[in-house]
């Protein structure tokens, strides 16, 4: 009972300090979404899913301080010709962005939906969220849901001729960001969007992305620069039948970051791939928390993630597939990796598996391990310096999640970007 009581003080505590946005077509949902925050409480380390990684920092009433660094650097996809959509600690940055408007998508601010009684987001907001509350509850998420005060809700209609871009910004120590977005991809249109930026000392956000039959949706996040930063992320995808979704992250820096990802196949014949890549060095903490459904006929799904870790830093993946009964012909990997460059850092892995029927191809796999010294040997005898090898073979190590990016300039940049971060850390 102790312990129920303190879990309630705790969740009283944060959302004492925040406020809901009135009025508009999302209130209904953001009321609902306090009501399960209230219910389930915020997580605490007692809960199963969060017993790898310390929430205290991101359900606390006050962020945690984070300088704000400056890399020297162009930020991530600078040089890619995109819509721009910029926000500043959580606050959307008019003149820092682009219009919001292009050919095959529209786009509108979830703060303007909040003073409106009819828009389409309506249908979604919170939907997918809600639905992703089970098995697992996802309390963070809710939060989001319920006190979001911006985002953006795009509908792609046909096929975008750029990227769309939204960039995270961080310029105070002591900010607190809730940014929620939905995005509906209509049948037969496809769209590509990137996502960079620390955002925030604290940052939460939920996207919520429905495909319809034979739409196809690429994410491209990169999360890093502002290594005091913490962040709680959350992607809920739905897959019509055809419809295809493929989700890659870098993470190179962040004292703590969870992602999370609950990805429904409710489509015959859906594809989802989601990946991920990260390089931690010192005080870093990476979770990895993934679930993907399948409950359709002939649906493919793959999971792809891998972490170099050192000097300490620690690296978490619980990633689990579920096959619903009748939800026959599945082909379903999974695969977790990590390369510890010393002794002091650790990689914590919970893979599953959860199967209903019977005609299925289902694989899963965890290991971690050190650098292959017979490639670093081979290396090093033709003339590669030792610090340079190591990179060379890190770089090969990260290779099957980079891959996954269905974009090959922008897999480049990726991999031009983790080149420079492990050059600068020889």
Not at 112 to 134: F, S
Not at 164 to 176: C, K, T
Not at 394 to 401: D, G, P, R, S
Request: proline content about 3%; charged content about 25%; hydrophobic content about 40%.
């Amino acid at each position: 009972m102790a312990l129920a009581d303190r879990k309630q003080s705790e969740t009283e505590a944060r959302l004492a300090t925040l406020t809901m946005p009135e009025g508009g077509c999302l209130t209904e949902a953001r009321k609902a979404a306090l009501s399960r925050v209230q219910t389930l409480g915020l997580p605490s380390r007692r809960d199963e899913y969060w017993k790898y990684t310390r929430p205290d920092t991101l359900t606390a009433a006050e962020a945690p301080r984070a300088a704000v660094f400056d890399a020297g650097e162009a930020p991530m996809f600078s040089e890619f010709d995109r819509i721009k959509i910029v926000f500043v600690d959580g606050v959307f940055d008019a003149d820092a962005s682009d219009e919001l408007a292009l050919e095959g998508i529209s786009i509108d601010r979830i703060a303007d939906i909040c003073a409106k009684d009819i828009h389409w987001a309506k249908d979604l907001y919170g939907v997918l969220e809600a639905r992703g509350q089970t098995p697992v509850a996802r309390p963070l998420a809710a939060l989001n849901t319920a006190f979001a005060q911006d985002g953006v809700a795009i509908r792609v209609t046909g096929t975008p001729s750029k990227p769309v871009s939204l960039i995270y910004r961080h310029a105070s120590e002591d900010s607190d960001a809730i940014l929620h977005h939905v995005i509906r991809v209509e049948s037969g249109a496809t769209a590509t969007i990137l996502e960079n930026g620390p955002a925030a000392s604290r940052f939460n956000k939920c996207m919520e992305i429905d495909v319809a039959d034979g739409g196809s949706l690429h994410l491209v996040r990169a999360q890093g620069r502002d290594h005091e930063r913490r962040a709680a992320t959350h992607l809920f995808a739905r897959l019509g039948t055809e419809s295809v979704f493929k989700s890659f992250t870098l993470t190179v820096n962040g004292v703590l970051t969870r992602n999370e990802a609950m990805i429904e196949l409710t489509g015959d014949d859906a594809v989802a791939h989601i990946a991920g890549a990260c390089v931690g060095d010192g005080d870093f903490h990476h979770d990895d928390t993934v679930f993907i459904t399948h409950d359709a006929v002939n649906c493919e799904s793959r999971q792809v993630f891998k972490k170099v870790l050192r000097n300490g830093a620690t690296g978490v993946f619980q990633g689990k597939i579920l096959v619903k009964e009748g939800a026959q012909k599945t082909d379903g990997y999974q695969i977790s990796q990590s390369l510890l460059l010393d002794e002091d850092s650790q990689f914590l892995a919970k893979p599953e598996l959860e199967i209903y029927a019977d005609d299925v191809a289902c694989s899963h796999g965890s290991t971690s391990g050190a650098i292959d010294e017979e490639g670093l040997f081979y290396l090093r005898s033709r003339g590669v310096p030792h610090a340079e090898a190591t990179d060379l073979m890190t770089l090969a190590f990260l290779a099957e999640a980079v891959e996954e990016i269905e974009n090959a300039d922008i897999a480049a940049n990726v991999v031009d970007r983790l080149e420079g971060w492990l050059a600068r850390r020889r």
